[in-house]
C-alpha cells in the first residue's frame, strides 16, 4: 500500500483536461515539496513536474502541477494520444528517519 | 546532461545477495549537492525507496527501515559510480530497481534492472 493516495486510472479525449490528485499527509505533501513522474511501459519514471509546480526543460507547457495543504494535482491541457501512461507523485516524507514516498500511479487513457 | 548506467544479474537465488551497480556521467558521486539512490517497483509494493548514499565533507548513508538490515549502498570514487548490496532475498524481493540522483528532488533515473529471485 502507497504512502500517497493516488486514483487508479483516469482518462480524458484528445483536447480535453485531465486533472490526477495525489493525497498525503503532514509528514510529507504538508510539509515538503511534490514532484510527478511520466513512465511509459518498460522505461524508468521520466521527472515531469518539481517542487510542486515548476518544469524540468523539455516538459510541454500543457502539464501543471499545484499543491495545497496536504494533497496536490497534476493537470494536463490539451490532451494527447502521447500522453498515455502512468503518472506517479513522490514527496519526502519526515517520519521513518526520513524517506522517498510515492503514490501508487494512475494510469492515464486517452479515449 | 547526467546519465545513469545500471549493470547486475537479472537473477538471483533465495538466501542470497542481491548486487546491482550503477554508473555515473555527467556529475561526481563525490558531488557536495546531489544524493544517490536506490529505489525499486513491483506490482505487489508499487515504487519503494530503499536507500541513499551522499558525500557532505565525508561520507553519509540512509537506509529504509524496511529494509536497513539487509542492505548496502556504497560509493566508488574511483570508478564515479555507486553500489547496492540486498542480502538474504526472497521472491518478494522481485523487483525492477532503479538508481535515481536526487538535487533536491528525484531527477535523473538509470534504465531499471529486472530482478527475479528464484530458485
Known amino acids: 500500500q502507497s504512502v500517497l493516495t493516488q486514483p487508479p486510472s483516469a482518462s480524458g479525449t484528445p483536447g480535453q483536461r485531465v486533472t490526477i490528485s495525489c493525497s498525503g499527509s503532514?509528514?510529507?505533501?504538508?510539509?515538503?515539496?511534490v514532484n510527478w513522474y511520466q513512465q511509459f511501459p518498460g522505461t524508468a519514471p521520466r521527472l515531469l513536474i518539481y517542487n510542486n509546480n515548476h518544469r524540468p526543460s523539455g516538459v510541454p507547457d500543457r502539464f501543471s502541477g499545484s499543491k495545497s495543504g496536504t494533497s496536490a494535482s497534476l493537470a494536463i491541457s490539451g490532451l494527447q494520444s502521447e500522453d498515455e501512461a502512468d503518472y506517479y507523485c513522490?514527496?519526502?516524507?519526515?517520519?521513518?528517519?526520513?524517506?522517498?514516498?510515492f503514490g501508487g500511479g494512475t494510469k492515464l487513457t486517452v479515449l | 546532461q547526467v546519465q545513469l548506467q545500471q549493470s547486475g544479474p537479472g537473477l538471483v537465488k533465495p538466501s542470497q545477495t542481491l548486487s546491482l551497480t550503477c554508473a555515473i556521467s555527467g556529475d561526481s558521486v563525490s558531488s557536495n549537492s546531489a544524493a544517490w539512490n536506490w529505489i525499486r517497483q513491483s506490482p505487489a509494493r508499487g515504487l519503494e525507496w530503499l536507500g541513499r548514499t551522499y558525500y557532505r565533507s565525508k561520507w553519509y548513508n540512509h537506509y529504509a527501515v524496511s529494509v536497513k538490515s539487509r542492505i548496502t549502498i556504497n560509493p566508488d570514487t574511483s570508478k564515479n559510480q555507486f553500489s547496492l548490496q540486498l542480502s538474504s532475498v526472497t521472491p518478494e524481493d522481485t523487483a525492477v530497481y532503479y538508481c535515481a540522483r536526487t538535487n533536491g528532488y528525484l531527477d535523473y533515473w538509470g534504465q531499471g534492472t529486472l530482478v527475479t529471485v528464484s530458485s
Open positions: 513522490a514527496a519526502w516524507d519526515d517520519s521513518l528517519n526520513g524517506r522517498w514516498v
Open positions: 503532514s509528514s510529507n505533501i504538508g510539509t515538503n515539496t
